[in-house]
């Protein structure tokens, strides 16, 4: 069936980078979803990468994709203390179907 | 900006009580969702629905109900709100035809049941 894994928590100092990784067991996704989640609020789409691609980049945001393993990784450049939020994982098979969520990974920034 | 609402925000509410989670999307969407999320981050999909007078149950077993008489309008009733329906309530919405067929979520509704 589907699922989205990622580890839950993630701590990083200010300045550094942030990576935070997800793996997904449908080889068909043809979406891929980065979301934030900060708190009190509602989840927010952060980025996406269609299957077709291997990475994006957006300003400080990179996506990784390796279809061959399934993975999909969000690395944050100069993570800033703003960054502090879940970011959940989420992947979709086709315009029509669910979106199917990760567990999400809280990223914590110290000084 | 989104243009999901979600009221009201925070509700604290005695047991037994019925109560009405409201959701509305500005935006012609026509498939919405509700999620629960628990404290330890999880989102668990309650109900869906692809259209007015469409409704269906998600993945998480839920007391709750839903109705969709309009397009923009999806809310989420509790009969007899108990403490184990204390969690936060988000609510989406997406659009099948453009691209990259995301869900926008409203701010949430946070529930406690006393």
């Known amino acids: 069936g589907e699922d989205v894994e990622q580890s839950l928590f993630l701590s990083v100092r200010e300045g550094d980078s942030s990576v935070i990784n997800c793996t997904y067991t449908d080889s068909s996704s043809t979406y891929l979803y980065w979301y934030k989640q900060e708190p009190g609020a509602g989840l927010q789409l952060l980025t996406y990468i269609f299957s077709n691609m291997d990475m994006k980049q957006d300003q400080r945001l990179t996506v990784l994709l390796n279809k061959k393993d399934k993975h999909l990784s969000l690395r944050i450049a100069d993570t800033q203390t703003g960054d502090s939020a879940i970011y959940f994982c989420?992947?979709?098979?086709?315009?029509?179907?669910?979106?199917?969520f990760g567990s999400g990974t809280r990223l914590s920034i110290r000084p | 900006e989104a243009d999901i609402y979600q009221t009201p925000r925070y509700l604290v509410i005695g047991t037994g009580k019925k109560i009405t989670l409201e959701c509305s999307q500005t935006m012609g969407h026509d498939k919405m969702y509700w999620y629960q999320q628990d404290p330890g981050m999880e989102l668990h999909l309650i109900h869906y629905s692809y259209g007015v007078n469409s409704t269906e149950k998600g993945d998480l077993s839920s007391e709750s109900t839903v109705s969709r008489i309009r397009t923009e309008h999806f809310p989420l009733t509790l009969e007899s709100a108990r403490p184990s329906h204390t969690s936060q309530y988000l609510c989406?919405?997406?659009?099948?035809?453009?691209?990259?067929?995301?869900?926008?979520f409203g701010s949430g509704t946070r529930l406690t049941v006393v």
């Open positions: 989420a992947e979709r098979y086709s315009s029509a179907s669910k979106i199917i």
């Open positions: 989406a919405s997406s659009e099948d035809s453009v691209s990259p067929y995301g869900y926008t």
